[in-house]
């Protein structure tokens, strides 16, 4: 029974030993390698993003932003591997806790109404370049808890809204659609400022940005965008940093087959913005055509754009821009158009345009005609430039209608403003009856005439200017842009 139990004895000591020698690293690391360590710190909105936080400069905490903790830059970036996550509380203080020492990398930044902001302990990758969004951490045995805090700015998502407004009421209504293929110009104009003051403008290398180019959208660092509609759908802006904006409708629309027409196009327009000789696109009106309400006959919408935007992009460096973005606009409205007022005032001289704010906080207001509306949406009606269409034709049965086997006569048929000037002018023949005069101006009274000598109805009877006097006059018609109205179609029957 004795030599039994020794025998026993032994095997469980064996055992024991065993057991002790398979676990004794572990043992061992966890008692040199405790897990009771702390990392934590603030996510905040880096108002300047220098990546320090700056309470003196409104650098405020944010609640509720997601925190991630990682063992390698490969799983930081991919966001896999996740050794522990977080949510930063009420005042944007987020914790990790039971960490062992060692290296790790934390991810943040990862919200849509955020932007991370480099800062010193950014991780860096193989080139060396730091990357935004990842901070690098060690802990080891000197502090318990290691401190980081997490640099971002506060964005906001906006979107341009171009559409048919067939009422002319500039809201989009339920009836009316997305116009695809019309390009907006989303200008910062504090970036535009320094853009052309520093002369990098006037250097840009066009033919190879546009090149790059594609779906209509360009990019002039981040002071200038283009962008086109497309699918129906509105233009969207994400992750809008806070600043002043102004948004345009582009004078023409980015096309991505014609390469050639868009360079011509696109140096137009930087020559506008610039301030620089705008002679050269009146006389080739063709370089800045959309063919709606925005570009007239006459080049009122681009006179207006050449005149006044330039103007507004050098006011604004005489605007405390960090102010304006740090005003709290709930409580002090007045005080911020009062601020920005020389520039609005500029800007509202341009048809079709937006003037918006988005403060530090990533709130986003529109200050058009000095009013103060918070939005995202900022919508462009557009409408189709109005048309007169119909028949001339010779009347042989007199009976003021177009019948079977009333042909037509060479005529030409011209619209006139009051001055005189041709708006547009073309000319029917024998075989075709059909006239159109198109992309003609909104509230402006607009005279049809005729030559030749035939009799011809209806003979206009209204008062005639005297640039006018002595033309064969067929009526007169001015569209009114507030008006459903966009095409008129007037017969012009020719006595035998």
């Known amino acids: 029974m004795k030599q039994f139990f020794n025998k026993r004895f032994v095997a469980l000591v064996i055992i024991f030993a065993v057991f002790f020698a398979s676990f004794a690293p572990t043992a061992n690391a966890s008692i040199l390698n405790p897990a009771i360590y702390t990392v934590s710190g603030t996510v905040y909105a880096d108002t300047n993003g220098n990546g320090v936080m700056e309470l003196h400069n409104l650098d405020l905490p944010l609640a509720n932003m997601s925190v991630t903790l990682h063992k390698t830059l490969a799983d930081a970036q991919a966001g896999t591997n996740i050794v522990a996550s977080a949510k930063t509380n009420a005042v944007g203080v987020y914790n990790f806790t039971k960490l062992a020492k060692g290296n790790y990398f934390i991810k943040y930044g990862t919200e849509t109404t955020t932007k991370p902001v480099v800062q010193r302990n950014s ?15 060690t802990i080891n045995t000197l502090n318990i808890v290691t401190w980081a805090d997490l640099a971002t700015k506060k964005t906001t998502n906006l979107t ?12 989009k209504d339920s009836n009316e659609s997305i116009s695809d293929g019309k390009t907006l110009l989303f200008i910062n104009l504090e970036k535009t400022a320094d853009l052309i003051s520093s002369g990098r403008l006037s250097q840009l290398d066009l033919n190879s940005k546009i090149m790059g180019a594609l779906g209509g959208s360009l990019d002039i660092e981040d002071a200038i965008l283009f962008r086109t509609s497309s699918k129906g759908a509105a233009i969207t802006m994400p992750n809008v940093n806070p600043g002043m904006y102004v948004m345009v409708r582009s004078p023409f629309n980015l096309t991505i087959g014609d390469l050639l027409g868009n360079i011509d196009k696109v140096t137009a327009i930087i020559d506008i913005i610039s301030g620089g000789d705008i002679q050269g696109i009146l006389n080739n009106p063709t370089l800045l055509d959309t063919g709606d309400i925005s570009t007239t006959p006459n080049n009122d919408y681009i006179k207006a754009l050449a005149n006044f935007l330039p103007k507004a992009i050098k006011a604004v460096e005489k605007v405390d ?14 005080s911020t158009l009062a601020d920005v007022q020389s520039v609005a005032t500029l800007l509202n001289h341009i048809p079709a345009m937006r003037f918006a704010k988005v403060d530090i906080w990533g709130n986003s207001y529109d200050l058009t005609a000095l009013k103060f509306t918070k939005t995202t949406d900022f919508q462009f009606g557009i409408r189709k430039l109005p048309v007169i269409t119909g028949d001339l034709f010779v009347d042989k049965n007199k009976n003021g209608k177009k019948d079977f086997l009333e042909f037509g006569k060479v005529t030409k048929v011209t619209a006139y403003d009051a001055n005189g000037n041709v708006l547009q002018s073309v000319t029917t023949s024998s075989l075709t009856t059909k006239f159109t005069l198109d992309k003609l101006a909104f509230d402006k009274t607009i005279y049809i005439g005729i030559d030749g000598t035939n009799s011809y109805s209806p003979v206009y009877t209204g008062t005639i200017p005297p640039a006018l006097q002595g033309l064969r006059l067929v009526g007169a018609y001015t569209f009114d842009s507030k008006a459903s109205i966009q095409e008129i179609k007037q017969n012009i029957p020719l006595l035998p």
Not at 123 to 137: C, F, L, R, V
Not at 321 to 334: F, H, I, M, P, R
């Open 123 to 137: 991780a860096t990758d193989a080139a060396g370049k730091q990357i935004p969004g990842i901070a690098t951490i």
């Open 160 to 171: 341009m809204t171009p559409f048919e407004d067939l009422n002319g009421n500039g809201a």
């Open 321 to 334: 821009v960090e102010k304006v973005l740090g005003t709290d606009a709930a409580t002090s409205v007045n």
